[in-house]
């Protein structure tokens, strides 16, 4: 039962590993990895020499890892208001609402948020305008530009992790709680002593696969919603080696 995920994991996780050889080469296509001159670290030493790197490396893992932390707080937190919902007609229906983002690219949705979050007629800004407050551009403020990420990826990504962890909710014996109202517990009591602990297996497991995409900050999100003015907090490493494989090609 576990050999077609194993094989999975070799052909799509290991097998690529290979060409991490590329950054030790000058890389010709038309050679290969084992035909290439290998030229050592001068790759990562002319990376290290370009002006902007360590800001580019700081943003990496500055999103990176509000990425990671937000992802886990917002569908544990999302899951365990959704587990006190009676109607099971509105629970699903909450679940299938927020799992859509999920399933559409970032293509598409770069172009939704750009027309959501447009300082003169984005819905974001209308409401911002109503309430007596100065529109904001986001999209075009660097300072804020890391968070809008962010913010926009939970909007995203967080239906997935809140199924996940509503399954795990539903694994925990209903005893557990009905023990615990005798014994005069409250909900919040009964949330941080029977229903965190129960899914804490899950927790740590999400938490351990989160910690691969310490470096990945997401090129096709950042890529589909940043222009020239937010390249000092929204350049990534994935984007600079885009613009610097672009520069040296054409």
């Known amino acids: 039962m576990l050999l077609p995920g194993?094989?999975?994991?070799?052909?799509?996780?290991?097998?690529?590993?290979?060409?991490?050889?590329?950054?030790?080469?000058?890389?010709?296509?038309?050679?290969?990895?084992?035909?290439?001159?290998?030229?050592?670290?001068?790759?990562?030493?002319?990376?290290?020499d370009m002006p902007d790197i360590f800001q580019v490396l700081w943003n990496t893992v500055f999103i990176a890892v509000l990425?990671?932390?937000?992802?886990?707080?917002?569908p544990i937190s999302f899951a365990l208001l959704l587990n006190e919902l009676?109607?099971?007609?509105?629970?699903?229906?909450?679940?299938?609402?927020?799992y859509i983002p999920h399933f559409l690219s970032w293509v598409i949705l770069g172009g939704i948020l750009v027309d959501v979050l447009s300082p003169s007629s984005g819905i974001v800004n209308l409401f911002l305008k109503s309430m007596g407050?100065?529109?904001?551009?986001?999209?075009?403020?660097?300072?804020?530009?890391?968070?809008?990420?962010?913010?926009t990826n939970i909007w995203k990504e967080f239906g997935f992790g809140t199924i996940v962890y509503l399954a795990a909710i539903t694994s925990i014996s209903p005893t557990l709680y009905e023990a615990?109202?005798?014994?005069?517990?409250?909900?919040?009591?009964?949330?941080?002593?029977?229903?965190?602990?129960?899914?804490?297996?899950?927790?740590?497991l999400?938490?351990?696969?989160?910690?691969?995409?310490v470096l990945n900050a997401g090129f096709d999100q950042i890529f589909n919603l940043y222009s020239p003015i937010t390249y000092?907090?929204?350049?990534?490493l994935d984007t600079l080696a885009y613009k610097f494989a672009n520069y040296r090609i054409f």
């Not at 407050?133 to 913010?151: Q, R, S, T, W």
């Not at 999400?206 to 995409?213: D, E, I, Q, R």
């Open 133 to 151: 407050m100065e529109p904001v551009f986001f999209l075009g403020n660097a300072d804020i530009f890391p968070y809008v990420i962010v913010v």
């Open 232 to 236: 000092r907090t929204g350049d990534i």
């Open 86 to 98: 009676s109607s099971q007609f509105y629970k699903r229906t909450i679940q299938t609402l927020i």
């Open 6 to 48: 194993i094989i999975l994991a070799v052909v799509f996780h290991y097998a690529p590993m290979i060409g991490i050889v590329i950054s030790f080469q000058d890389f010709n296509p038309a050679l290969g990895f084992f035909k290439s001159h290998f030229i050592g670290w001068d790759n990562f030493e002319y990376m290290l």
């Open 180 to 204: 615990a109202k005798m014994d005069g517990a409250k909900k919040l009591q009964q949330v941080l002593h029977i229903t965190l602990p129960g899914i804490a297996p899950i927790i740590v």
């Open 67 to 74: 990425k990671m932390i937000t992802g886990l707080v917002v």
């Open 206 to 213: 999400m938490a351990t696969l989160s910690l691969g995409n």
